[in-house]
């Protein structure tokens, strides 16, 4: 899951995330670009990744509106 692709990237990459922010900041880029490509009807509001080390889990919050309608939602996603 996220959580251990998180884990993963700070473990095998050093150079690249010497630091949980640089690996959190990478996903929240790489979600965004996935949402572009694959849900290019959707704007993107607020994406936020909070990384919670004592629970061991990852929380994904987005705000969002879907392009020329009145739909605005939020999404909160935990991985653990």
Do not use: M
Not at 37 to 62: A, M, Y
């Amino acid at each position: 899951g996220l959580a251990d692709r998180y884990d993963y990237l700070i473990a095998n990459d050093p150079d690249k995330f010497p630091d949980r922010q640089s690996a959190i900041d990478f996903l929240e880029e790489r979600i965004q670009q996935d949402l572009d490509v694959f849900f290019p009807n959707i704007q993107i509001g607020d994406l936020e990744i909070f990384s919670q080390e004592d629970q061991n889990t990852i929380t994904v919050s987005l705000d969002y509106s879907v392009i020329n309608t009145n739909i605005n939602d939020s999404l909160e996603i935990d991985f653990s």
